[in-house]
């Protein structure tokens, strides 16, 4: 079950073409949708958003642009951290309906890594 493994162990397996980033990916949004009612993990699901950077990240490993141990990888991210166009409320009412213009540094750079943000 590549839940249980590291990111750069996922990253491995998805570069020696292993698994997929899309197949790791719909994996992980049934893992979320099958726990997050208990489980309060996530503010956001972008799954319509995850499959879309899945397919590319897939398209471009295929067709030998790797960008390194992060492309393909399916990634959470905490609502602190802005993504540019997606309401983020860092936990406090004072946020609530707030849409940034602009992506938080890490955001910006796990993007570029390549990597695939479910939510």
């Known amino acids: 079950m590549p839940h249980y493994l590291s990111l750069l162990a996922i990253g491995e397996r998805i570069r020696r073409k292993e698994i997929s980033p899309v197949e790791v990916t719909e994996g992980q949004l049934k893992r979320i949708e099958s ?5 309060s993990a996530f503010q956001l699901v972008l799954a319509d958003r995850a499959r879309l950077q899945a397919n590319q990240a897939e398209a471009e490993i295929r067709s030998g642009v790797y960008r390194g141990p992060l492309h393909g990888v399916p990634i959470g991210l905490k609502d602190l951290l802005y993504i540019k166009g997606i309401t ?6 004072v946020l609530s309906g707030f849409v940034p213009q602009y992506h938080a540094t890490v955001t910006a750079k796990l993007e570029s890594a390549g990597a695939v943000i479910l939510g």
């Open 35 to 39: 726990l997050d009612s208990r489980l």
């Open 88 to 93: 983020t409320k860092g936990g406090l009412k």
